[in-house]
Every structure is written in C-alpha cells, then in structure tokens.
C-alpha cells in the first residue's frame, strides 16, 4: 500500500499570495494516478486535479498540479478568499486507493 | 442532473447493525464504479473500498476488510456500506464517491455523505 505524506500541515498565507503544497508518496507512482482534492468546512471533498495536472471540469486556471515519482505538488498561483481550505492529495493506480493526511491553507 | 443521493444521518448504539445508502441518478448507474470514503470527526479521508456494479466485483482495503459490507443493488441504482456489529470508532461522516468511466479510480463525483454516530 502506497503512504502519501503531505507538508506543510499547515499554511498560513494571505489572500493573493502563492500556495505550494507538497505530496510525497512512499514509493515511485504513475503521474496518471494522482489526484488533488478540496474540502471546505461541513462540504464533501471536490476534485481540483488528476493525472498529476490535468485540471477538472470548472476548476479555475490558478489551481496546477505538477511532479513525478514520489514527488508531487498542487499550486494555487493567487489565492482567493473560496481557496482557504484543506487539500489532499490521492493515489488511485491500484487497489487500495490511498490518501494523504491533508494540508489545510489558513487565512493569515 | 448527475447525482448521488445518500441517505440520512444516523445515531446507533454499539453492537447494532447498520446499512447506509448511495443512489445513483442521471447516468448508467451499472457502468461505474462507486467507491466508499471515510471521515472520521476532524480528521481525514480514508479510502474503505470500492464497487463495480455491473457484475458486483468488490475490493476493500485491507483497513476495513471484515468490518464492512459493500454492495449494490442494480435494478434500483444503489450503493451501500453496512456494518453487523457497530462500535463507538464507527462514528464518522461516510462518502460515497464516483470514479469516471474506466479504470482510473480518481473521484469526480460525490455524495453529501451520511453522519454516523454510534454512541451508548
């Protein structure tokens, strides 16, 4: 089973600026099978990104993901008052599909 | 509208059994798989297991294999997760999740999800 850490824990950032969150995983995986997720307070999960970086549907064009191996990261380039959440990253390439614990973006 | 619908918050005692749903609608429920995510309060997701309607095929991961039940019912368009015996741990927030068509498991669709408290 593939263990995703995700850093920071926390980010604590104002609006406008640049959001960098880290999702490393415990062995090399398939750029295809990562996916970043949003979940605001009290709201199911919604998916921002898969394949490592392709946007989903309706997703703005601040919001890219990127990274190979076990390496991966999910960028907001300017972060918007909607955007101060908890993120997560999601290994999907085989059975069980895996999360990272969550990287929650605070309103400094 | 493409949706899935779950049923509604429950509060058990530990040792009760317990059978929570997903309805699927405005796609061709039995060609997609539809996956059960877990929350527990205040923490992060877990990935339980996941089902193909169409012929039934079932995979868990290891973590809830022998603690939960998941299955489908076709000819009504539903998921479900159950438990025979709950235990206070149980409580959590539960997802159903649905991947797009094919094999790449990535959720695109949810459910609201369905709050279960399990407490004496």
Not at chain 2, 7 to 32: D, H, Q, R
């Amino acid at each position: 089973e593939i263990v995703l850490t995700q850093s920071p824990g926390t980010l604590s950032l104002s609006p406008g600026e640049r959001a960098t969150l880290s999702c490393r995983a415990s062995q090399s995986v398939s750029s295809t099978y990562l996916a970043w997720y949003q979940q605001e307070p009290g709201q199911a999960p919604r998916l921002l990104i898969y394949g490592a970086s392709s946007r989903a549907t309706g997703i703005p064009d601040r919001f890219s993901g990127s990274g190979s191996g076990t390496d991966f990261s999910l960028t907001i380039s300017r972060l918007e008052p909607e955007d101060f959440a908890v993120y997560y990253c999601h290994h999907y390439g085989s059975s069980p599909g895996t999360f990272g614990q969550g990287t929650k973006v605070e309103i400094k | 509208e493409v949706q899935l619908v779950q049923s509604g918050a429950e509060v058990k005692k530990p040792g009760e059994s317990l059978k929570i749903s997903c309805k699927g609608s405005g796609y061709s429920f039995t060609n997609y798989w539809i996956g059960w995510v877990r929350q527990m309060p205040g923490k992060g997701l877990e990935w339980m297991g996941i089902i193909y309607p169409g012929d039934s095929d079932t995979k868990y991961s290891p973590s809830f294999q022998g603690q939960v039940t998941i299955s489908a019912d076709r000819s009504i368009s539903t998921a479900y997760l159950q438990w025979s015996t709950l235990k206070a741990s149980d409580t959590a927030m539960y997802y159903c999740a649905r991947p797009p068509r094919g094999n790449y498991w990535y959720f695109d669709l949810w459910g609201r999800g369905t709050l279960v408290t399990v407490s004496s």
